[in-house]
């Protein structure tokens, strides 16, 4: 069974930067895509940034020239590279995974805190 499991989140000032791991139990190659994803209170979780396993990327418009996501095959890993961070960037950031259309991966997710 695949395990997500998440690191690096945390408190941290506006303007500030954190590193997002995502470690796979296994390949990530296996996934046609892999991203991130951030809920906050009361708001509805929303597609942070994702890439495929061809390569392209997708930001959502707010983090753009923020927030880097990126994959480490060797060690199984995907990251969000999160600069300049603002307030409103916080949230519990879950990392997920997609397998064809129908296997779907969530961690358990890492909480990231802006303060001003």
């Known amino acids: 069974q695949v395990q997500l499991v998440e690191s690096g989140g945390g408190l941290v000032q506006a303007g500030g930067s954190l590193r997002l791991s995502c470690a796979a139990s296994g390949s990530i190659s296996i996934f046609n895509t892999m991203g991130w994803y951030r809920q906050a209170p009361g708001k509805q979780r929303e597609l942070v940034a994702s890439i495929t396993s061809g390569g392209s990327l997708i930001y959502a418009d707010s983090v753009k020239g923020r927030f880097t996501i990126s994959t480490d095959n060797a060690k199984n890993t995907v990251y969000l590279q999160m600069t300049s961070l603002k307030p409103d960037d916080t949230a519990v950031y879950y990392c997920?995974?997609?397998?064809?259309?129908?296997?779907?991966?969530w961690g358990q997710g890492t909480q990231v805190t802006v303060s001003t």
């Open positions: 997920h995974a997609q397998k064809r259309s129908w296997f779907n991966y």
